[in-house]
């Protein structure tokens, strides 16, 4: 098996994300170096742990690695309090003690949840990342961005805790239903969008082979947008600056996820690309890029079979004024202004607070009336 590795050169809390096909069959070689007692407490979900945990299980037990496992309800539900308590009490139950580890195994849901116990069971445990969505793979997973939802927004409760170890098998996206692996395609797009011009030009060729199930274009795709979040993370793993680039596409994304209910209606991953659509329509109707790129990035969508505007979203949603204010509910606001990553060009974003709120409500208009 070929395994690429992907260093994140944090000082102090620098680890590296594996990617490869079978990889959770090594699990156990892989994680070995890093236990101090032959113990790992799981965390994944009923839906995930059908399909891997047993084989991951397998893996850890032939190198005398137990593993009690956690398997809570599947969906976005899942990522608040009630379930978060229980995981809590469930590795104290467990005697996970300071220097033991917990593994995340599953999608965004479950690694940001489970990072977030580690992050504050004993004032921090270390955690192992093993993603089992695209989505998790390319971004969640990695740069330790760990929490919850509160009822009253995405992700308002958290803490950054960076993983020891991420292993990202690529071949359990075989498993996922082609709508889910879509979804995550969604945040892979964002990366040739917000950063890297030649990424996006070979997602434009190799797209469709990726979808399709190419591991090595696959695996090439997890790695890029891996490297890209590495060296962003390295120079701000905080979010002071730089990082904000990684939410290309989210500030529309937060405000229809929370208009659709977080639910099936709208994928986070559907929401990001449609989200980032929006982001280059507004920057060229502000000047800032040519027409030509929002049509191009639409063009990429609707080649892959995804969702690209506010017209492939089934139901109501609420009307311009109405999307600004779930907008304003966005982390990202400062000072009561709202922030957008903008792009002058495909490769070429950056972060501003200077969005011109009448374009903005046009443009949110004419994408409803569409619908
Ligand atoms: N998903 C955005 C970030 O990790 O910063």
């Known amino acids: 098996m070929t395994i690429e590795t992907v260093h994140v050169g944090l000082p102090g809390r620098d680890y590296d994300i594996r990617i490869g096909a079978g990889l959770i069959d090594e699990a156990g070689a892989q994680i070995a170096p890093l236990l101090q007692r032959p113990r790992v407490a799981i965390i994944t979900d009923e839906t995930v742990a059908a399909l891997h945990l047993e084989p991951l299980r397998a893996a850890l037990a032939a190198q005398g690695i137990a593993a009690p496992a956690l398997a809570l309800p599947p969906g976005e539900a899942t990522k608040g309090w009630p379930q978060f308590t229980r995981t809590v009490e469930w590795l104290i139950e467990q005697k996970v003690e300071r220097r033991d580890i917990v593994l995340a195994l599953g999608g965004g849901v479950i690694g940001d949840l489970a990072g977030f116990a580690a992050a504050v069971l004993r004032r921090g445990v270390r955690f192992v990342q093993v993603p089992t969505s695209l989505l998790a793979q390319v971004d969640s997973s990695v740069g330790g961005k760990t929490g919850i939802n509160s009822p009253l927004g995405k992700n308002l409760i958290g803490a950054f805790h960076q993983p020891s170890l991420v292993l990202a098998d690529i071949a359990v996206l075989e498993t996922l239903n082609p709508r889910d692996f879509l979804a995550g395609y969604g945040e892979v797009v964002k990366y040739g969008l917000l950063g890297d011009a030649a990424f996006y030009e070979w997602l434009e060729l190799n797209g469709p082979a990726l979808a399709a199930g190419d591991r090595t274009a696959r695996a090439h795709a997890v790695r890029r947008a891996c490297e890209m979040k590495a060296g962003i993370v390295m120079r701000d793993e905080t979010e002071q600056g730089e990082r904000a680039l990684l939410n290309l596409g989210h500030t529309f994304c937060h405000a229809l996820e929370a208009a659709t209910g977080y639910g099936d209606r709208l994928l986070h991953g559907e929401g990001v690309a449609i989200g980032c659509a929006l982001a280059f329509e ?19 969508l609707a080649a892959m079979g995804m969702k690209k505007d506010l017209a492939d979203i089934e139901g109501p949603l609420p009307d311009a004024d109405g999307l600004i204010a779930l907008m304003a509910q966005d982390k990202k606001v400062q000072d009561g202004k709202l922030r957008f990553v903008l792009a002058r060009g495909i490769g070429a974003a950056f972060v501003t607070s200077d969005v011109d709120a009448d374009l903005l409500r046009k443009l949110l208009t004419e994408a409803l009336k569409d619908r």
């Open 282 to 300: 507004l920057s060229a109707r502000m000047g800032l890029c040519s027409q030509e790129e929002p049509s191009r990035v639409r063009a990429h």
